[in-house]
Nanobody
Framework: QVQLVESGGGLVQPGGSLRLSCAAS????????MGWDRQAPGKQRELVSS????????HYVESVKGRFTISRDNAKNTVYLQMNNLKPEDTAVYYC?????????WGQGTQVTVSS
């Protein structure tokens, strides 16, 4: 059974930083593409970033390039999202995601609020 458990969200001032973590279990983590989505109030969910199985290939949505960094530790079955220079528009629930041939999976999400 796939389980994804996000942590690390919180309230931060503009310009601040947060590091999100996602602990994965129930599947072969090292063979799985991983990602982070987010959904802001009243908006559609969007893919923020993804990382290849070996951690070499990374993709970012344009709005976070240069500020967010995705990484993974296959020995710990964990994927991270380092978020720097946070802006109010980054406020959202952030979800860790993965998929297999049948469907996409995501965790319960962690709230990130950027406000002064």
């Amino acid at each position: 059974q796939v389980q994804l458990v996000e942590s690390g969200g919180g309230l931060v001032q503009p310009g601040g930083s947060l590091r999100l973590s996602c602990a994965a279990s129930g599947f072969t983590f090292s063979k799985s593409l991983m990602g982070w989505d987010r959904q802001a109030p009243g908006k559609q969910r969007e893919l923020v970033s993804s990382i290849s199985r070996g951690g070499v290939i990374k993709h970012y949505v344009e709005s976070v390039k240069g500020r967010f960094t995705i990484s993974r530790d296959n020995a710990k079955n964990t994927v991270y999202l380092q978020m720097n220079n946070l802006k109010p528009e980054d406020t959202a629930v952030y979800y860790c995601t993965t998929n297999d041939s049948r469907r996409e999976y995501w965790g319960q999400g962690t709230q990130v609020t950027v406000s002064s």
